[in-house]
């Protein structure tokens, strides 16, 4: 389990900046601004703290790599099972290489040793991605999960609607327009105008579309959602029934990607309260590494956005905390009225 946690860690390289605003402009800014606005400016708090504060989350918000709480370590440890049977599908990029290169300091890696630092990359697919797909499922899914780790190994960004168990939202959609037969995963691509159920169906079109048409043979393996399935249930069975929630209008913003334990518990929370997310694939190699390294100054998953709050968060332990108290509703005590 620690090894597995250990090759599904979000690396990071905390010594690499990106730098900030030209100076001279902010230098500017501040000279012609009255001395008003700049108290009106200092007083102004952050959204995320404003939110965290208003939700009483106390924990630190603060970026920390390679971290956790001793009492958040049995949580790891059982999201660590499915990727540990799957054996690690989904953390790497499509035909994924690495190696070594001269020190860049505007690019992402996860070490280096003197004038080289290590380089990572996937091979990408033929046609560019405009619009996120989307795809109905729900995280305890076997056969949910092996889409995702198609997406995840792409590197795509998909717009995810959570269907858990005695789901209202989502679920009952498919199923009021297909049928009670109908099964998930379900995607529809605006890309090409394409929709189709089945796993199997999905992976193939997904790397045909967005890949190289080569698709890894433990993505179509029989055995994969037998040992998916597993992995899940040695993992608690999170992300399989629906909680009573009041979901976001928008759908929030995840940088993540298929492997990560720490992923896959916000990913949990999203699932069972049915909130919409979309996720920025980030599996080793991928570009949207880098990408986000040049947005945000480092590399950190999962890494939350929401544009209902304004809240930016990167700790996952924090992440669920405010999905939790933003939009979970706590079962009442009383069955009947």
Not at 40 to 45: D, E, L, N, R, V
Not at 235 to 254: D, E, K, Q, Y
């Amino acid at each position: 389990v620690l090894l597995a946690i250990f090759c599904c860690l979000p690396w990071c390289c905390d010594s690499l900046k990106i730098p900030g605003p030209i100076q001279g402009i902010l230098e500017n800014l501040e000279a012609t601004s009255t001395p008003k606005q700049n108290a009106a400016a200092t007083q102004q708090k952050d959204p995320t703290e404003a939110v965290m504060e208003r939700l009483n989350i106390t924990k630190a918000i603060k970026p920390v790599p390679f971290s956790a709480r001793a009492q958040f370590l049995p949580q790891l440890a059982l999201a660590s099972f499915p990727a540990v049977l799957r054996l690690g599908s989904g953390v790497f990029g499509n035909q994924y290489e690495f190696g070594w290169t001269r020190k860049r300091p505007r690019y992402y890696t996860i070490g280096s040793i003197g004038d080289w630092q290590t380089e990572e990359s996937m091979v990408q697919g033929r046609l560019e991605q405009r619009e996120p797909l989307v795809i109905y499922e729900f995280e305890g899914c076997p056969f949910c999960r092996r889409v995702r780790e198609a997406v995840s190994i792409l590197g795509l960004t998909v717009t995810y609607l959570p269907c858990p168990k005695e789901g209202r939202r989502y679920r009952s959609e498919i199923k009021n327009q297909y049928g009670q037969k109908a099964t998930f995963p379900f995607l529809t691509d605006p890309n090409t105008g394409a929709s189709m159920f089945e796993s199997t169906e999905i992976v193939t079109y997904l790397f045909k579309t967005y890949g190289t048409g080569e698709i890894p043979k433990q993505l179509l393996d029989d055995t994969g959602p037998v040992l998916a399935g597993i992995g899940l249930l040695l993992a608690g069975g999170r992300g399989n029934s629906w909680r009573p929630s009041n979901p976001p209008p928008l759908p929030i913003t995840l940088w993540a990607y298929e492997g990560s334990p720490f992923c896959k518990l916000v990913r949990n929370v999203l699932c069972e309260l049915e909130i919409p997310h979309t996720q920025i694939s980030t599996p080793r190699g991928s570009s949207n590494r880098q990408r986000m390294f040049e947005t945000y100054g480092r590399f950190q998953v999962p890494y939350l956005l929401d544009p209902n709050t304004g809240v930016a968060l990167w700790e996952s332990e924090v992440i669920i905390e405010y999905l939790e108290k933003e939009y979970g509703v706590a079962a009442s005590p009383v069955k009947y009225l």
